[in-house]
């Protein structure tokens, strides 16, 4: 056992957000409270109104696209970091809670102490209990996305909640993850603690039992109504039954249960979309602590720490599950030296049982024991990190591959250099395909497709570690590839006149693996979308001479703007390396056709001079 810290903040500071927290709790007229010391902290407060925790059947959820709050300040082009970079698929989180945020941050004076605490270079502790936490946690990531930018020294912030209900979905832990945002999320959950679990059931299974409860906890005051005790039996029983279907479709996806019954069950019962993210600290009590960050794990804990032991116990769990909830204080006092703490980590070697010394330590064993784990519940917690440990695998296997990939880049890149000396570009010699060289670089071709089209949809499973999308040495990979390769699958497309049964490549014909490494660079350096387009640059000639050779003589004007800004496009390209000379030479069939374009235009246009000096 050691002593809990996570980045600056120790075990004695993780009090003062608790303090501040239960404060702004029992402040619900002030949008959030401030506490300054070496530390800023902020804290939210809670709301207990059904409509601030589900605006909507079944589940609440939002798209955040409708949210600019969560989007990269002072540049709406960029996309959000909230998605998913291979599925271009946005995140969801709660819009009853985003919605207050928006409302807090309508008003100025959050962000003014925000900035100031900024300008005095002093850590930020966003925090809050109950809902207020979940308001913090989208604090800090609209403070990360604005705030913290490439290269820009700024202090991370940190996020404390006591009790909170989870706020986004799969993306969202995906991309925080990915983002190395995930370590500023430190979540604190008693072991019964009904609250956090909520959101893993649908309203409509709830009833009229979500608003008594909410009531109860808005009075601070455990069951002192007659009747109350079977209400939060009832409450208990619906949530946790949600909770073990949400644990359960888990769990069978993570054990490698391809059964298509699994599916066709789940499309018939609401799950929910809500997961945990960061790094969940659970309060088992006797002053003991047990984090861990593997969110899958976290999910399994959350259902199975909770349970029952026998039907005899559902009252007075029931009952201890809303008393947990305003037992924060008193339970982090008794963790008084903070010693008490035990790491669940190498979760595919925990043991399954408490006899079971051999397949871990002392301590590990207890943490297991005082959460109530089962042996079905630390199956589960093994497969969570044997799912966890196999990402890792792939990714070895993937960077395995790295010297196969530039190999076969360097010999195209030789491909290229060769039809350069025939005043033909690589492009167009592929495109005719008449000599042995052509059916080589083809050969290498399809080779690379293979390797890519893999990682590809590895990467589409999620079978790879989040952080491997912000690798920049994938990133520089991809994009190299990319660049080389895909010019030559766009003279391939049209060489088969594929566009006449499919359409345009850029509409119907660009393989995911393009596009996806498009977004992968345009994320990476935080491009506006769509600006990382130029190996498409063959795609957008080959439509221009089909409409200008099918165009009545002289009818320029047909494609006039689109020239025009191809050019400029290319103009930029050439000049930023992206896009090698090659193209201007005489033999290249851009160049062949824009020599017949209008005079008046040649004249003006930004490639003018190039295109001379290669001619």
Known sequence: MGSLTIGEISGELIKKPCSIAMAAHKSPEKPYL??????????????????????????????????????????????????????????????????????????????????????????????????????????????????????????????????SPLVGDFIFNHALIRENWSNSFLHFVMRYDIVPRILLAALSTMGQELDQILKLLSQKAMFPIQGSVREAST????????ASAVASHAACRLMGNTNPILETVASFIELSPYRPCGTFVFLPGHGKLVVVKNADAILQLLFYSAQLCSENQLNAIAERSLNDHLGYPSELQGCLNWQNVVQLDHLEGLPLSSSDAAAGNIATNIALDDLGLSTRARLCL??????????????????????????????????????????????????????????KANVTRLELTGIWDEIIEMLNRYELPEPFESRKVWIE???????????????????????????????????????????????????????????????????????????????????????????????????????????????????KWWITLPIQHKSVSPIQGQINREI
């Open 382 to 439: 093994r497969a969570a990190g044997e799912h966890e440990k196999q990402k890792l695998s792939n990714q070895q296997r993937m960077d395995n591959k790295m010297q196969e990939i530039e190999l076969g880049l360097a010999k195209l890149e030789e491909y290229k250099s060769k039809s350069a000396l025939c005043k033909v570009g690589y492009y167009d010699a592929f495109r005719i395909s008449k000599y042995e060289d052509d059916f």
């Open 477 to 591: 990979l991809a994009t190299k590839y990319r660049r080389i390769v895909e010019p030559l699958d766009i003279a391939n497309y049209y060489r088969h006149a594929k566009n006449e049964d499919t359409g345009p490549y850029m509409h119907k014909g660009r393989p995911r693996r393009y596009r996806y490494t498009q977004r992968w660079r345009e994320h990476g350096l935080r491009m506006p979308v769509g600006s990382s387009a130029e190996s498409c640059f063959w795609a957008e000639v080959e439509e221009l001479l089909l409409l200008y050779r099918t165009a009545d003589p002289g009818a320029f004007e047909v494609i006039r703007e689109r020239t025009i800004n191809l050019e400029r496009k290319l103009d930029e390209w050439i000049r930023s390396n992206q896009i090698s000379n090659d193209v201007f030479l005489k033999g290249s069939s851009f160049t």
């Open 235 to 242: 409450f208990y029983t619906s949530v946790m039954r949600n």
């Open 34 to 163: 401030v506490q300054k010391s070496s530390e800023v902290l902020i804290s939210f407060p809670g709301s207990w109104s059904v409509g601030d925790w589900f605006t909507q059947q079944p589940f609440g959820e939002m798209k955040i696209e409708g949210s600019e709050l969560l989007c990269p300040k002072g540049n709406d082009k960029v996309a959000t970091s909230l998605r998913s970079i291979g599925r271009d698929e946005l995140a969801s989180v709660n819009k009853g809670f985003l919605t207050r945020f928006e409302m807090i941050l309508a008003k100025p004076s959050l962000q003014t102490e925000v900035e100031k605490a900024i300008k005095e270079k002093k850590k930020i502790v966003f925090t809050g209990h109950s809902s207020g936490g979940a308001i913090a946690i989208l604090a800090t990531v609209w403070f990360l996305e604005h705030y913290l930018e490439p290269g820009k020294t700024l202090m991370s912030p940190l996020c404390v909640t006591f009790g």
